[in-house]
């Protein structure tokens, strides 16, 4: 696993490395420059101090020091008169002022001079010079790499301490109730690690608004549920207690209807649930035109014994991307809802057609329609118009989640949907996508 702490201390500690390095590189180049002159200047100053005299014969060996320098003396003739390293491995001529000689011992540093009646050749290996600009950077460096070590302990105390605050917003969540979705505090945190606690706090709030609304729903859910069922088991007391058959057919009637409700009921929940918003199912390019003539003739029948005429009045050819299935469970509650809220001879009439290039789908019908002031709160879950209101049917049966699921699903879709009046009076629903 990535761990920031290493990686901060790889790379800081490789940058010193590199750091060093360069910085050793140019003293040693400074250091170099510096020796050369000097070196130079030694053997000029040797050169100079030697005695004028001319020599007679090969003189004893002479001490020139550590510096490795080597001397050679001809006289006027050319006859080589002192050599101090015979086995030097120098080239026998003298060339006057400073050169550099290639060996195949390294690269010497020569200067000639004519002293009194000879020609004096002093030579030094260049190595020497190399040595000891390398001593000198390293000299001045090799506190700095011991200090290394240490530097790399105190980066990890270091970072350490500045990722504490992530290890503490850490054991804050690690030890949490599942259930407490307040949001973390954000006093003493660092700039860094203060955007990251802020998301997380708006993930937390949107999840404890969730959580409401799923608690909410439950509890709605249990609550008219209990209804139907309540009524459902009065019904079937009724059965058992019916003294003749007629009495028994009725109250069997009303069961079944009971039961027809508390089942409608919990299907409608489920498809609720299914139409989470952001439950996206896999896309998928939709007929409409097909699928709203589906659903038209899945309620001709139903349409048929409530006595109202459903038909399509216009439709053209028109495509959306989404999930059938939900759009299916959309068109049919809104048919659902203008079958059963009209009365008896009325009609229903659905038309898609494609406004700039945006499919519309409208369901009209004749009956007595939504009231304004009522349009927005029909969408809302259990919420049905009240029967105080001069409804035609406000004895139809219904749990008033239909349009609420319309919403949600219409929502997945990208599309809205409007309520408005009919041109025979009664409710107009406008779909578009
Ligand atoms: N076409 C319509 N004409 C008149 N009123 C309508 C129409 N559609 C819906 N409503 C009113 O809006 C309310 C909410 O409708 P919705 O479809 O959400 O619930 P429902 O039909 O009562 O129950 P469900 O559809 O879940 O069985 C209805 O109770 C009804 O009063
Ligand atoms: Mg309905």
Known sequence: ????????????????????????????????AEANELFDYQLQEIAAALPAEPFSQILSSRDTGDEGIVLQIWNRNGVLMYYSHPRAPLAPRAELGFSTERTERGDWRVYGAIVGD????????LSVRNRLAANVALRTLWPLIVLLPLLGVAVWGVVGRGLAPLRRVTGALDTRHPEALDPLPDSRLPLEVRPLVHALNALLERLA??????KAFVADAAHELRTPLAAVQIQAQLVARAHDDAARSEALTDLQAGVTRATRLAEQLLALARAEPDGREAAQQIDLDTLLHDCVAAYAPLAERRGVDLGIEASEPAFVRGDAEALRVLFNNLIDNATKYTPGGGRVDVCLHVTDGHPVVQIADSGPGIPPEERERVFDRFYR???????????VAGSGLGLAIVRRIALQHDATVTLGEARAGGLLVTVTF
């Open 1 to 32: 696993m990535r761990s920031i702490r290493r990686q901060l201390l790889f790379w800081l500690l490789a940058i010193v490395l590199l750091g060093v390095g360069i910085a050793g590189w140019l003293i040693y180049r400074q250091a170099l």
């Open 118 to 125: 000879n020609v004096v050749q002093l030579a030094q290996p």
């Open 209 to 214: 608004i969730a959580l409401d609304t799923q």
């Open 385 to 395: 118009v009240g029967a105080g209101a001069n409804r035609v049917r406000t004895d």
